[in-house]
């Protein structure tokens, strides 16, 4: 592991956060911490799982200052580098401090161009829920895609490309990027807990953050709660959460409050307040996970949740295998690339199909052949519906050229340039894999090769660039059969 002083240039300051944001607050230079990883330039990236970078280089380092835990208060250890930090790219780092070698204890931080985040598990939660009711669905692929390429492969290059223009003051926008690097210092936190005795906090973090996909696919805000898939739940007080009243300081009953049902329900307070957490509600995300793969393998024949469990096993729940092939040591970095990608698609369908399994779960009757768009009316031995046309936001190909190649772009020019090999049994237009990345020496990269092998065959201008809409995208659409010439 690649360690360098950390001395970072001044960036914007930030202005603090309100509501749910009342714990953020602005740092717009990060001190130089002695304790410091480079994700980007250590020999973990891209070829070890996060997994082990935590417990064979990170963990030992954070209990290495466990005997100093708690002298200096954390917000001010932090301030003065006193912590562990770990570089993630040139905008987003984590940064853990006083960490005792037990479960309790210590803070972990993410810093995103000069805000730190200083989230509880219900603040993730509410900053989340901003990302997933903005209904970018590409954003929302790019969110799953980096995720999987952190945690798979210890890969951050996925977070640039996230959206981060959330305005507090006018209340727009959404913090795609502070999300990502403000769950992977929360997981790092409950990974590292995990490796001092107390097991699933890792996981829980890891499963809503998926079912984060779904529940951004819905009209009305469903989910199940103490076992009852509802659009009601109850404010979150001690004891509630069990149907038991909660209590004043003064021992007097403080009556239960209903409230629509919101993400953070899935954290939740103990019976008796001592403790909270996403994990107390396993009953209700593990029951949502379930329902969800239920249905896209016997309602919707989802292919994608094939290739998912090839690589992560198979089980009821295919949301809580995928986070145990990451939290239990099982995830094989030489399959990070396709995991990532068939994540990112799985949910996303899982997205587009929110309401009808709504609906499902709420008793309705929904025919396992008939798409939600199409009408009832049409039989079940009826052609299938058209696929609907695939969509890049921005161009793909040679940076040179000023490609944006956010991954998900890049991940559907791949998938159309290999089907398109197929149908022309042309291996020149073969992308070698779809993983989202172009390599930034376009000689090196088989994605822009096969651009321009394309163009070439189209008799196009060689240019190794892609762009929405224009003739090699018409034409690479059309040769991989989605859509009519």
């Excluded at 001190?31 to 410091?36: D, G, L």
């Amino acid at each position: 592991m690649n360690r360098r002083p950390l001395t970072f240039v001044s960036l914007f300051t930030a202005v603090v956060m309100a509501s749910v944001h009342a714990d953020d607050f602005p740092l717009a230079k990060l001190p130089s911490f002695a304790h410091n990883f480079d994700l980007t330039k250590a020999s973990d990236s891209g070829t070890n799982t996060f997994y082990k970078f935590i417990h064979e280089t990170l963990a030992p380092e954070m209990e290495s200052l466990a005997p100093s835990a708690g002298q200096v208060p954390n917000q001010q250890a932090l301030e003065q580098g006193l912590g562990v930090a770990v570089r993630l790219d040139d905008n987003n780092y984590n940064i853990h401090e006083n960490f005792p070698k037990s479960a309790q204890g210590g803070r972990s931080y993410g810093w995103t161009s000069g805000q730190v985040g200083d989230w509880s598990d219900k603040m993730y939660l509410d900053n989340l829920a901003r990302v997933i009711v903005e209904k970018d669905k590409n954003d929302l692929k790019n969110f799953y895609q980096t995720i999987i390429q952190l945690l798979g492969a210890c890969d951050a290059h996925g977070l640039a490309a996230l959206t981060n223009n959330y305005d507090p003051k006018t209340n727009t926008g959404v913090p795609t990027q502070r999300v990502a690097t403000n769950f992977l210092a929360i997981y790092t936190a409950e990974e590292y807990r995990a490796i001092q005795g107390t097991k699933n906090w890792d996981d829980a973090i890891l499963e809503v953050t998926l079912l984060g996909g779904f529940h951004g696919g819905q009209t009305t805000f469903t989910k199940f709660y103490r076992g009852k898939f509802t659009t009601r739940s109850n404010v979150q007080e001690t004891g509630n959460y069990y149907g038991l009243p909660s209590k004043d300081k003064n021992g007097k009953v403080i009556p239960t409050a209903a409230k629509d049902a919101t993400m953070d329900d899935y954290w939740q307070i103990s019976k008796t307040s001592t403790r909270s957490g996403i994990h107390l509600a396993a009953g209700d995300y593990g029951k949502m996970g379930t329902t969800i793969t239920e249905y896209e393998r016997t309602k919707a024949n989802n292919q994608t949740l094939s290739l998912i469990e090839s690589i992560v096993g198979s089980g009821p729940n295919v949301i809580h295998s995928i986070s145990t092939y990451f939290t239990e040591g099982k995830a094989d970095p030489s399959k990070t690339n396709t995991l990532a990608v068939a994540v990112a698609q799985f949910l996303d369908q899982v997205n587009t199909d929110a309401n009808t399994i709504t609906a499902w779960e709420s008793g309705a009757s929904v025919s396992p052949s008939v798409s939600p768009s199409v009408s009832p009316s049409v039989s079940p031995s009826a052609s299938p519906p058209p696929v609907a046309s695939p969509k890049i936001n921005g161009s793909v190909g040679q940076w040179e050229k000023g490609a944006v190649n956010t991954p998900a772009d890049v991940s559907t020019v791949q998938r159309l340039l290999r089907t398109a090999a197929q149908k022309l049994n042309d291996p020149s237009l073969d992308p070698k894999g779809i993983d989202g990345k172009i390599a930034h020496v376009a000689a090196n990269s088989h994605t822009v090769s096969a651009i321009r092998a394309f163009q070439t065959r189209s008799a196009l201008e060689v240019t190794g660039l892609i762009k929405p809409a224009d003739e090699t995208w018409t034409k690479l659409v059309a040769a991989a059969g989605e859509t009519t010439p």
